[in-house]
């Protein structure tokens, strides 16, 4: 046993310091319109500017998947109000995609700083990266020194946008501390010593689960060391406006979403109360059109 009265220290409750404290309206009003926008392949702006009223497309990248089944995107972004670069990626949106995803859950490889990803979520994101978002990014970061980066993504790219976050740092793109990493249904991306390094590197680093999402259960965390990242920040109910979440202060708590029994896809579908999809096509409008 640990002090904290834990068999393993990487699950002790560790505090977050208050100037990096989730923010339920950033995350509604900005990183989620964001991530949506990297799903909106016919016109990311209006996505973009519900994020950042005057933000500005930089790159928008679309490929096809190493099968040709399906697509990869992500965006860069920049608003000069917000003082942010941003970067977002689509996630998963077929069930060819899906499969693929779990026949690669069992090979993982090396991150530069320790630890180890899921081969499958890192090889993604490179190839994105590699097609113009790595140029995008640095061009913008010598145009805006100072500016902090807003990473995320949904799905899968919660994944690919924590494997970034770590690529922002490694490649010395940026300081850890001017990154802000929010994530919706993420995998377990890596193992736990990745996910030790990932805590220990950055101090607004959010991922935010619905309810009985199933996604952010697998790979499942006996299988070959997958282990979450901190902070989850768990809604239990239908995540309208003002309703109360969780935040768990441990990697793999087990009084947040891993309590649950009956997970399911519904749930992460649905995020804030709207499917992704219909706030896709309502421009990234919380109201419905009538």
């Known amino acids: 046993m640990t002090d904290c009265g834990i068999i393993r220290k990487a699950d002790c ?5 208050p100037k990096y404290a989730y923010n339920d309206s950033f995350a509604r009003y900005a990183m989620y319109p964001l991530a949506a926008a990297a799903a909106a392949e016919k016109d990311s702006r209006p996505c973009l500017q519900k994020a950042a009223s005057d933000a500005k497309l930089r790159r928008y990248v679309i490929v096809p998947s190493f099968t040709n089944k399906t697509l990869y995107a992500g965006l860069v972004a920049v608003s000069e109000e917000k003082k942010a670069i941003m970067l977002a990626f689509r996630g ?12 690669m859950m069992m090979s993982l490889r ?7 990803v899921n081969r499958y979520y890192y090889e993604t994101f490179k190839y994105i990266w590699k097609e113009g978002l790595e140029k995008a990014v640095v061009e913008s970061r010598k145009l805006y020194p100072n500016y902090e980066f807003w990473v995320t993504g ?9 494997v970034a976050a770590n690529v922002l740092v490694n490649e010395g793109i940026s300081e850890a501390k001017n990154i802000k990493l929010v ?5 377990r991306t890596g193992n736990q010593q990745f996910s030790e390094i990932h805590d220990k590197t950055f101090p607004y680093t959010y991922r935010i689960t619905h309810a009985q999402d199933v996604v952010p ?8 060391g997958y282990y979450h990242h901190r902070y989850e920040v768990w809604y239990n109910n239908d995540m309208r406006p003002g309703k109360k979440y969780k935040i768990c202060l441990s990697p793999e708590d087990c009084e947040c979403s891993n309590s649950g029994i ?13 499917f992704t999809f219909k706030f896709i096509d309502n421009d990234c409008n919380y109201e419905q059109k009538s």
């Open 262 to 274: 009956n997970y399911d896809i519904p749930d992460h579908m649905s995020y804030f109360n709207i």
């Open 217 to 224: 259960h697998i790979p499942p965390k006996l299988l070959f």
């Open 110 to 116: 090396d991150m530069k700083r320790g630890g180890k």
């Open 183 to 187: 994530t919706f249904g993420e995998p």
């Open 92 to 103: 998963t949106d077929s069930i060819e995609q899906f499969y693929d995803e779990g026949v």
């Open 13 to 17: 409750p560790l505090e977050i310091d």
């Open 154 to 162: 949904i799905s899968l790219g919660g994944a690919m946008a924590t």
